[in-house]
């Protein structure tokens, strides 16, 4: 199943300037979630994930930037914006970020805030 997932999931980037960007909203366990961006982090050479989930009742961000671009796209300053998306809070570090909140309904805009963010920077 996660190769399935993985490649159809790698079919869908977006590439805006050099950075490769996966959007997708997947309900998996927190594990398999992990497993699948860290499979896509290693097949995208700039590659930016953002997963929009379901868990545990709770809407959840899970946002990995690869260590290359972290100078010019900082994955914890990136979620504190779109947590509020969510009606929630984050945290993280520069390439590695997670919000929970109470709003599912804001996925989508986080979507487009994180083209719009990424295309301000490069």
């Known amino acids: 199943m996660q190769k399935v997932l993985f490649k159809s999931l790698f079919k869908i980037k977006k590439t805006i300037g050099q950075v490769e960007l996966v959007t997708a909203k997947l309900n998996l366990s927190r594990d398999t979630l992990n497993s699948v961006i860290d499979s896509l ?7 930016v994930v953002l997963i929009a989930s379901i868990i545990e009742g709770r ?9 290359s671009l972290c100078e010019k796209i900082n994955a914890k300053e990136i979620m504190q914006e779109l947590s509020k998306l969510i009606q929630g809070g984050g945290g993280g570090n520069a390439k590695n970020a997670q919000a929970s909140g109470k709003n599912p309904q804001g996925f989508d805009h986080a979507f487009s805030q994180i083209i719009t963010y990424i295309q301000s920077r490069v």
Request: positive net charge; glycine residues 6%.
């Open 59 to 67: 809407a959840q961000l899970t946002l990995r930037v690869n260590p």
């Open 41 to 47: 982090l290693q097949n995208l050479t700039n590659g």
